[in-house]
């Protein structure tokens, strides 16, 4: 399955690595793909609890969830 997230607050490259280097250390996370000039994030997961721990974890790296 896959999903994306709008994802506030990215700026720059630096900003993709880290929520991609953050978000594929999630267990049956398979693909992700960060874009800051979109601000969004896609991932291929494998469960819906997937898709809320990445919510966490963006959070948790200071950016903000949007909708």
């Given at each position: 399955?896959?999903?994306?997230?709008?994802v506030?607050g990215?700026?720059?490259?630096g900003?993709?690595?880290v929520?991609?280097?953050t978000?594929?250390?999630?267990?049956?996370?398979k693909?992700?793909r960060?874009d800051?000039?979109?601000g969004?994030?896609t991932i291929k997961?494998?469960?819906e609890?997937?898709v809320?721990?990445t919510?966490k974890?963006i959070?948790s790296?200071g950016?903000?969830v949007?909708?």
């Amino acid at each position: 399955m896959e999903k994306t997230i709008k994802v506030g607050g990215m700026h720059c490259n630096g900003c993709e690595f880290v929520l991609k280097d953050t978000i594929e250390g999630i267990s049956g996370i398979k693909e992700v793909r960060a874009d800051h000039k979109k601000g969004t994030v896609t991932i291929k997961y494998e469960s819906e609890k997937n898709v809320a721990e990445t919510k966490k974890a963006i959070e948790s790296e200071g950016y903000k969830v949007i909708g």
